[in-house]
């Protein structure tokens, strides 16, 4: 028997249904969420960067308004003649030109929170009172060293606490072919915490005003743990330096993200240095509560996936599991189960197709219990459908009883081993069993060498039946020719058969007990064609009167004689009777067999 | 009364001694001491040592609202005549440490009279236009020369001996050389760097625009 195998885990089939949709669906979920929050965290910083670049426009205008105005108060203060004394005259000393700038310009430009003037080597001639810091922040300042050399500088200063944005303006004099210098005046200014919270409101971005890569003042979380001063310093030094111009670069403070971009001091407009940045973590902030709404729904979609997948599975598995039950009844002849699977899907058709194949077993069952394997099964069905079949008793009607017996076996068995008797036994009954299937007989019984058939008409003529019983009898005297010579070939003896056939009423059924019942034949009738089949001599087919009555124009008579039989009181009348055709086993008439229809 | 006699024996060694002339180049450097000037002219160069008298007027003119010539020497004692020529009244004064002086305001056509002692520059402004200005300078003797925009200066007629000579530019650059002058004229080169900036409009020295000033005497001098 060809066995089909599967290689599966220990582990139920709904189960590992339920794990695989689950593990589908958590991958659908997981990977359609991440591709998702993704490309929006990736659009969002796309936007970012350009909105970055916009802000960094606005900070540079608003800069720049202001270093405008600063150019413009330089230039008039530089225009005026106090300020070229203080950068002409030697005579003057350092108290009175410091009293020049506090009292007698500054007062005109209110504005102004530094004020002062260097001379060409650089030194400090005057300024409003900023303290001595100023020196050193001018000396320091590279920005504004630069204005030594003739050229117009901008920049933003710490003085003090206080940060300012600063012009130092050359001042020139002389006809246009060859100015010179006579040193530089220098205004600021002052940027308070106000004015750089105002611009941070403005832009949204935080901000930090530059000198040589030093921040000066700032406002917002980006800078605010980076150190103030006039020089960079070991913590802001480096990001500052390495802070882009052109491209928004990513640097972590403090835990939180920050787009930066540097801003140079630009020689066209003067807009000194400064530092923009945003945070990126605050602006993706809605990308988080994306992320989070969608974990929440993941989370929801992968319970409800979990109890769907469990679902889904238990409803394929429900069919499986039921027609395994099923198959266990079967298993255990218990033949009255029967499955139940709605729907119009596979299953519903696996269970349609396990019904009927339950109803065949269990018909063949039935069929094996009643008949054992020697009938047609067609006649079996038929026989089975008749209602005295479904219970205990059986039914009285008209049928053709068919006898045959080996003559002289008893003798013949003495002769021969046991298995020799039973091969010439088994070869025998498959020719005898097989004609009687063909001819529509049922075989009832064995006895010994014996066989008791039965030709039941059914729903059909009894004519029919008789011509049938009568055709299987010539049939098998003609095969046992051809038997004879095979067990010759095979050494053993030949054997010689007797026939007898009657018609009769008989009860035929169901007979035995409520245990143990099996399909059989009794009457008065079956034992007549005992009796008759004993008349029999060896080669020869004798029928009862009643049965020749039937089939008298069909057969020859090879002789008629009366004979008084065992248990009966009258003597009866009988017939031995062959083919018309000693040739041919057939009836004269084709329409007697029912096979040949 | 050293110097007296130191004077007189200059004059007579010159009396009798052959006079040579020294030609020479200057080359102005700018503030970084990199890059030369586009124009080396306003460069003052004279001997120091002995002093003479002087002889004649020095004048400078004031024309659209700048002084002419931008450096005029003069020797101690000299009179400086201050010049009117423009439409504009002007007010000239010097912020001289120790020889401050101050003209008041006068118009077209007038003139005033400054005499100066105290040697070396002597910065020149207007009261009124913050952008004029000039350098009147103070030497001892009369044996100076203005470089041309080329650098170029002629001191003539040098009277043999050893002699420093010294150079000072508008832009705050000087150096001295000792020259000595025996038999024959002496060709000198100086290199100044500059203290102060200047921003000069580009301009070709060759061949010199406005003229073929080379000495002196076309800086002001009658």
Known sequence: MATIKTIGFHFPFKYKLALSITVVVIGVLAGTFFVLQRRIEANAIKGIKIDLQSTRQIVADLIEERNMRLQELAKAVSGGELMRTILTDARLDRLTCDDIVLNEILPSYPQLSVLGAVDSRGLIRANNPLGPDIAAVLALNDQLKSSLNGSIAHGFMRIGPNHHQIIALPLMIGPDEFREMLGVVFVGMTWTATDLAKLRRLSGADIALLSDNAIVSSAGPAFDAMPTGNAPTAFSGPVLKNISSTVPQMYAIAGERFLFLKIDIQAETGIPAFAIARSLDAQLGFVQEIRRVMLEFAGVGIVLGVLVSFFIAMEIAKPVQTLTAAARHVAKDNFGVRVVVSGKDEFAELGDAFNQMIAGLHERDMIRTAFGRYVDHEVARRLLERPEMQRLGGQKRDVVIFMADIRGFSRLSEQLTPEQTVQLLNRYFAHIIGIIKDKEGVVVDFVGDGILALFDPLDREMATMASSAVSCAFEMQHRLRQVNDEMIADGLPPISIGIGLNAGPAIVGNIGSKERAKFGIVGAEVNLTQRIQGEAKPGEVVLSAPLYGRVKNRVRVDRTFICELKGFRQPRTLYAVGPPDDDSPHLSMGQNNPRTS | ?222
């Open chain 2, 1 to 222: 009364m050293r110097i007296a006699l130191l004077s007189l024996m200059m004059v007579l060694s010159a009396a009798f001694s052959e006079a040579a002339d020294i030609d020479g180049w200057i080359v102005v450097m700018d503030k970084s001491g990199q890059n030369p000037l586009k124009s080396h002219a306003h460069v003052i160069v004279y001997l120091e040592g002995f002093f003479s008298e002087p002889d004649g007027v020095a004048v400078i003119d004031q024309q659209a609202k700048r002084f002419m010539p931008r450096l005029l020497p003069a020797i101690r004692g000299q009179t400086i005549r201050f010049e009117n020529s423009d439409i504009y009244q002007h007010t000239v004064f010097s912020t001289h440490p120790t020889e401050p002086f101050s003209l008041p305001r006068y118009g077209q056509g007038e003139s005033r009279n400054v005499v100066l002692h105290d040697i070396g520059p002597h910065p020149i402004f207007c009261d009124i236009h913050q952008n004029m200005i000039a350098d009147v300078y103070v030497v001892p003797n009369r044996y100076f020369a203005v470089t041309d925009a080329r650098g170029f200066f002629r001191i003539a007629d040098v009277p043999a001996g050893r002699h420093r000579l010294r150079a000072w530019h508008i832009l705050g650059g000087n150096a001295t050389l000792f020259v000595n002058i025996d038999s024959g004229n002496r060709a000198v080169s100086l290199e100044l760097q500059s203290v102060k900036t200047a921003v000069e409009t580009p301009v070709s020295p060759w061949p010199v625009p406005g003229g073929e000033a080379t000495d002196f005497q076309q800086d002001g001098y009658d």
